[in-house]
């Protein structure tokens, strides 16, 4: 088994090897647990909707003593229509390690809401979303809007009601706060696809140059969201008639926010995915491949993805 390295305080690190300022350990583990995560556990799910992540190595950690000030946080935001397709794999992921979480979620039905983590962290305002809508949107504004009142979250990760986690807790967070970077799989006008140019609309008031076309599920710092939510840069009632805006409002906005071009917001924003989606492979077109029987095959492209 390869052993990951989490960055510490004393040594700050970046996927470039640059330095970005103090970062923060996660505890060790101990006891009986300890023992259980020094062999990899591998979850199979069989999927039947939208499928982001097929597989889990590793969950499961012990939370330590803190001093002051506490350690940043990520955020788990989830759209979902009900209840977590796999809410087992993710309760196992996120246990031990409660300091360095928070949780959000943007249920389409509420009221069908059944499970403890999710009950008790409904966003605050909810609306009533519909597949391609600007509803989701405004649902995903909703909810940076409820993770970053929190003080000590840095980055927020949209996530489907479906995903799962692909690397163990310490390594995601380790990723994720090593630098002050959003990530999403994105592309400028010069290198969208024609199905993506033919969703600009002139009602926007947005340049063509300044369109672009992202993935829905991003990770957010808390400098982009805070731009995304100001009223200044509110461009909801403009986007309202694009079709899958939610495919297209956040980058579009904050390119035009942050200036200076395509160059502006490749140093702001990784161009990585967050989940790993199988396009190649999809039924119909609309959603990515669903997952119903893993082969060994499939296992190892999950395993060495760079998601």
């Excluded at 330095?19 to 647990?33: A, K």
């Excluded at 290198?191 to 947005?206: A, G, I, P, S, Y």
């Excluded at 461009?235 to 942050?258: C, M, P, Q, W």
Aim: hydrophobic share 35%; proline share 7%; aromatic share 10%.
């Amino acid at each position: 088994m390869q052993h990951r390295t989490v960055p510490t305080a004393s040594s700050p690190s970046r996927a470039d090897g640059a330095s970005t300022g103090t970062t923060f350990s996660l505890p060790p583990r101990g006891g009986r647990l300890h023992q259980l995560l020094r062999w990899p556990m591998i979850f199979l799910l069989f999927l039947t909707g939208l499928t982001c992540v097929t597989i889990v190595l590793v969950a499961g950690g012990r939370s330590g003593i803190y001093s002051s000030p506490p350690p940043p946080k990520i955020a788990l935001l989830f759209l979902t229509r009900d209840n977590l397709a796999h809410y087992g794999t993710l309760t196992r992921f996120l246990e031990g390690y409660e300091d360095y979480y928070r949780v959000v979620v943007h249920p389409k039905h509420p009221y069908n809401v059944t499970q403890p983590l999710l009950r008790k962290n409904l966003a605050t305002r909810l609306y009533d979303t519909r597949w391609g809508d600007n509803t989701l949107v405004r649902a995903t504004l909703s909810l940076f809007r409820d993770a970053f009142a929190d003080p000590a979250v840095v980055k927020a990760v949209l996530l489907s009601e479906k995903c799962v986690p692909l690397k163990p807790f310490p390594v995601v967070y380790s990723l994720l706060t090593a630098d002050e970077k959003s990530w999403a799989i994105y592309q400028t006008w010069d290198t969208m696809l024609d199905e993506f140019k033919q969703r600009f609309q002139n009602e926007t008031n947005v340049q063509p140059s300044d369109w672009i076309h992202h993935a829905q599920w991003v990770a957010i710092t808390r400098k982009h969201a805070e731009i995304l939510l100001s009223p200044q840069h509110d461009r909801l009632y403009e986007f309202r008639h694009v079709y899958t805006s939610d495919e297209h409002y956040l980058l579009t906005v904050l390119r035009i926010a942050l200036g200076e071009g395509d160059a502006g917001l490749g140093r702001e924003v990784h161009n990585r995915c967050v989940t790993f989606t199988n396009w190649r492979e999809s039924e119909g077109g609309l959603h990515p491949k669903e997952y119903h029987l893993l082969s060994t095959a499939d296992i190892e492209r999950l395993r060495t993805s760079p998601c």
